[in-house]
């Protein structure tokens, strides 16, 4: 693993009467492309604008690189921000914009020039050191943005949901921009956002949150596949969340069937969330031995159908690249691999999680 | 909006006769006056008068004076409308309202009680008198009059910057901050220019009513201080010389004009920053 670089100790932060942080931990490692992702309101732009110095923990602390930071302001951290709506200076032209930060830590002019022209390449926006800031697009105002921050060779760089302005296409493509930049300049992302599918095509490191929780911390893969809870299964992507009870090791029961699974260690008789993902389930002919149910509902995305399944009492989403009819009689299958199984809250603290 | 341009025309056509009538056609009537002598033969010697040691230090007077309370209220201004715009909202706008109410009451009246708080028996002395402290004679002062003018005029600088001030995202304090800026540098290099158009259309506001006022000053100022304006007044009203009060007007307006273009010229190049 990489060398750490940011440590989040014990951090709590109410607004009123409003926990918006309890208890944070977290430690974040050198060159991580690390998102911050959930629901708004779950304390994830207050944890970045901690991390930033905006915002004053009631408690807990920020260790940056070994030294506490917590009663640092931002104008002497080294970490940059690249604000939700851009910020740029209005009254200034782009290369003026990108030339502030090092004209206050005074750099010299010719080194100035180079950086500019450095952080404009960059960022793909050679030769735009004398537009108006305020006639760019959006997207451009996005690339001056970060250009701007990155010229002052950060340790860290914070992007509060940067990419939420842009449309569809411009926000594809900022995102294999971002991870290029990562890439290239060695700086530590942080970034904050609700977009599920944003975190997981471009983090190394996903922190899912809610109410002020960390609820998991993993790879895109590993938040994906194996969620700790149903809250993480329910807001990553799409999924079938039932009550089941454990029956032994790798058997679990679900609406009165039992099925085969590959998780151990839960307690028998221990009542559990099972999670299973629309795309992992396969329909076939209505068959004697099988869960078998109607098709209620059948919608067109474009690469898949989302169909929906009355069966056992419970409406099921499947995904399938095959049409069925609404009526249609068919029945379900599911591989033992794709079965996720997951504690229940058992604290009422816990229980708030899963809301 | 409107179906035609026949009927945006007709909807005009008040505004075009007002303006005819209470603009245009007093002004020609002033530049007529001005440059002619009674016997209405052109002449420019209405405008040569202002050499005349009289009339030039009314005139140098009331230019000072108008500066002096342009500045003191952009001074006062300033500072309210920093604190006021991180403010909450409702508080912000209550106390402006507080600030703007002068505006609400005639300024003949207000000046008027001004003129009861400075007169030689009035409300300061008798207080000065009660905490035993020496008298302070301030009517017919320059003092008095400046107060008065600043009194009037605030309101019209507050509320130019306050908008300005309170239109500017707050996130961009941040990104200064951010970058590296101090309290100070955020203010000198991203609050004090963005707020510029708003502090500049405050000052013309200020500035143009305070160098032609008469009523204030003749109220607070007494017959000795002279403004430009009540050299006009007196021009019309007391010696009848509608020439020579003409000519004085229409140098008044070449020192109004010249002022607008100097706010204009550096409005221009703000707003050509901003866009």
């Known amino acids: 693993m990489k060398k750490e670089l940011i440590r989040i100790e014990n951090v709590v932060k109410t607004f009123g009467n409003l926990k918006v942080l309890d208890e944070i931990d977290l430690t974040i490692h050198e060159n991580e492309f690390m998102t911050l992702l959930g629901p708004s309101g779950c304390g994830k732009t207050t944890l970045l604008r901690i991390i930033g110095g905006f915002e004053m923990p009631d408690s807990g602390k920020i260790i940056f690189n070994g030294k506490d930071i917590t009663n640092v302001p931002p104008n002497k951290r080294p970490i940059n921000t690249v604000f939700q709506k851009y910020s740029l200076f209005s009254h200034m032209n782009v290369e003026e914009n990108i030339a502030f930060g090092p004209k206050i830590s005074g750099k010299s002019s010719d080194y100035i020039r180079d950086k500019i022209s450095y952080a404009l390449k960059l960022v793909n926006l050679e030769g735009y050191e004398k537009h108006n800031v305020t006639k760019l697009s959006g997207g451009q105002q996005q690339r001056i943005a970060i250009a701007r921050a990155i010229v002052n060779e950060p340790k860290v760089l914070l992007l509060d949901e940067p990419l939420s302005a842009l449309d569809l296409k411009l926000r594809r493509n900022m995102r294999q921009e971002l991870v290029r930049i990562n890439r290239e300049t060695g700086i530590t992302f942080i970034f904050v956002t609700h977009d599920q599918e944003e975190a997981l095509s471009m983090s190394d490191t996903i922190v899912v949150m809610n109410q002020g929780y960390i609820q998991q911390v993993g790879t895109p893969e590993n938040v994906y596949n194996e969620p700790e809870n149903a809250f993480v299964a329910d807001f990553i992507g799409d999924s079938n969340i039932i009550d089941g009870v454990i029956v032994r090791d790798k058997l679990v029961k679900i609406l009165g069937r039992e099925y085969d699974c590959v998780d151990t260690g839960f307690p028998p008789e221990s009542p559990v969330d099972v999670q299973i993902r629309p795309e992992d389930i396969t329909l076939d002919e209505p068959q004697e031995d099988a869960l078998n149910g109607v098709v209620t509902r059948v919608v067109f995305w474009g690469v898949f159908y989302d169909i929906t399944v009355s069966a056992g009492g419970f409406e099921w989403l499947i995904q399938s690249i095959h049409r069925r009819e609404v009526g249609e009689k068919v029945s379900l299958h599911l591989d033992p691999e794709n079965i996720q199984i997951m504690m229940k809250p058992q604290s009422e603290d816990e229980a708030k999680l899963k809301e | ?275």
């Open chain 2, 1 to 275: 909006m409107f179906r035609s341009i026949k009927m945006r025309n007709l909807f005009l056509a008040p505004f075009c006769v007002w303006a005819g009538i209470f603009i245009f056609v007093p002004l020609v009537c002033i530049i007529y006056y001005g440059l002619t002598d009674m016997s209405g033969n052109f002449t420019f010697d209405n405008l040569a008068i202002i050499s005349h040691r009289e009339y030039y230090s009314s005139l140098q007077l009331s230019i000072i004076l108008a500066l002096v309370t342009t500045i003191v209220c952009l001074l006062l201004a300033y500072p309210l409308c920093l604190i006021l715009v991180d403010k909450a909202k409702s508080v912000g706008t209550i106390i402006i309202l507080l600030f703007v109410l002068p505006l609400w009451m005639n300024t003949l009246l207000s000046t008027m009680a001004w003129q009861t708080i400075f007169e030689r028996d009035g409300i300061l002395n008798q207080v000065l008198r009660l905490l035993s402290l020496p008298d302070m004679t301030l009517i017919n002062t320059p003092t008095a009059v400046v107060i008065g003018m600043i009194y009037n005029y605030l309101p019209y600088m507050v509320l130019p910057l306050y908008v300005a001030l309170s239109k500017i995202d707050k996130s961009i304090f941040e990104a200064a901050r951010d970058l590296g800026a101090n309290s100070w540098q955020t203010f000198s290099k991203v609050t004090l220019p963005l707020s510029l158009p708003g502090a500049i259309s405050g000052i013309t506001m200020v500035f143009i009513p305070s160098l032609t006022t008469f009523a204030i000053s003749a109220l607070l100022g007494g017959s000795k201080l002279l403004l430009i304006g009540n050299v006009i007044e007196q021009e019309f009203t007391v010696e009848y010389d509608w020439h020579l009060g003409s000519a004085l007007s229409i140098i008044l307006m070449i020192f109004i004009i010249i002022n607008m273009v100097i706010t204009l010229v550096f409005d221009k190049s703000t707003k050509e920053d901003e866009n």
